[in-house]
């Protein structure tokens, strides 16, 4: 039994023995990503690739910017997946899909060259290939998942996420759905954990991942940037930054943290350190699918928070000024603690004893 005929989960699939990762990073993109994950650390890519992660299949990495191979002895894995000869293979795409179909001539983007035609191979014919026959598919970074940069209102490439070029409801072969990992770049340990959740899937080890609507893992974008920041305190307490440096709140400076679906606040960036509002950078929401339109002037305050500031500033005074009443006595020490000759800290020696050896 191949498996393409059963649905990819724990008690189904056969077990393998070698998994392909095909990742493209010929999209509209900078490659951000694929530098991105070399920072990774849970799993690091090393790990993945030279076989530290108990349970996992020997994986094959094919990823332009990260690839020993070049010309022919890489291009090879790609044509072999095309022609439906590479068995597993989880596909990656890294870079928004531009429209290829808007324009007379030439072409948006490509890799390789058709030995058939001599012409270059578009993304698009990439995509059209070998989508149908990969195990899993997951987009890299914003640009693949949503459009990102390359899709602002007024591009001329027409460029769109994969799930608009696929279809939202598009399935691979195993039964899965596209899986988009956000973030521009995307943020190191969430690609890696979620490729890996992937190859463990593949491997038959994992149960069907879980998404949102958006197709984001729930677990890595079920919260906001808000409910994971140091910050959040300030705003509840209506206290504010109002220039760059501050520690408080930047909700007034540009931050759209509080509606935000991003775990960096809380993951950090690299080993834990790091995320933008905890290094004094506002949230610009590049994890969002309105990014960036639907978020800039990136420094102007978001709809809404004056209003919401307002209202956390009236009750964020009273709230200060009660905490404040409180940190003043639970920040001294109790009144009995002291080295007069008497002691003063209620203690009733009548259960315990009357000093000459009698107890009651």
């Not at 990503?33 to 990774?40: E, I, L, M």
């Not at 939202?168 to 899965?176: E, M, P, T, V």
């Not at 002037?297 to 709809?303: Q, R």
């Amino acid at each position: 039994m191949k498996i393409s005929e059963v649905p990819v989960q724990a008690d189904h699939i056969p077990a393998i023995k070698e998994v392909h990762v095909l990742w493209m990073t010929t999209g509209l993109g900078c490659d951000g990503d694929s530098v991105s994950v070399t920072a990774a650390s849970q799993p690091s890519i090393e790990e993945v690739v030279m076989g530290a992660i108990p349970g996992l299949p020997k994986v094959h990495l094919h990823n332009p910017v990260l690839a020993y191979e070049v010309g022919d002895d890489f291009m090879k894995w790609w044509h072999l997946a095309a022609e439906g000869r590479l068995e597993p293979f989880v596909l990656v795409l890294e870079g928004s899909v531009p429209n290829e179909s808007i324009k007379k001539e030439g072409y948006w983007a490509a890799m390789g060259t058709d030995a058939k035609t001599g012409q270059p191979i578009t993304t698009n014919e990439w995509i059209d290939r070998l989508a149908p026959k990969a195990t899993a598919v997951i987009c890299a970074g914003t640009c693949a998942t949503y459009g990102g940069i390359h899709a602002m209102e007024g591009n001329p490439t027409g460029a769109m996420g994969l799930a608009d070029y696929l279809g939202w409801n598009w399935k691979s072969k195993a039964g899965l759905p596209i899986v988009n990992v956000p973030g521009c770049p995307v943020q190191p340990d969430n690609m890696m954990e979620t490729l890996l959740y992937l190859l463990y899937q593949v491997a038959g080890l994992a149960p069907v991942i879980p998404l949102d609507d958006q197709l984001r893992p729930t677990w890595l974008f079920g919260k906001t940037v808000h409910e994971g920041c140091d910050r959040a305190g300030y705003y509840e307490q209506g206290d504010f930054a109002h220039e760059y440096g501050s520690p408080k709140c930047l909700v007034k400076i540009g931050c759209w943290g509080p509606v935000v679906n991003c775990n960096v606040t809380k993951r950090g960036w690299m080993a834990g350190i790091g995320g933008c509002p905890n290094v004094g950078g506002i949230c610009i929401g590049c994890t969002m699918p309105g990014f960036p339109d639907k978020f800039m002037p990136f420094m102007d305050a978001p709809p809404g928070s004056a209003v919401s500031s307002f209202a956390s500033g009236i009750y964020g005074g009273l709230i200060r000024s009660l905490r404040s009443i409180t940190n003043r006595t639970v920040n001294k020490e109790p009144k009995w603690r002291h080295s007069r000759g008497e002691l003063t800290t209620g203690y009733d020696p009548k259960y315990y004893g009357d000093g000459d050896g009698n107890h009651h």
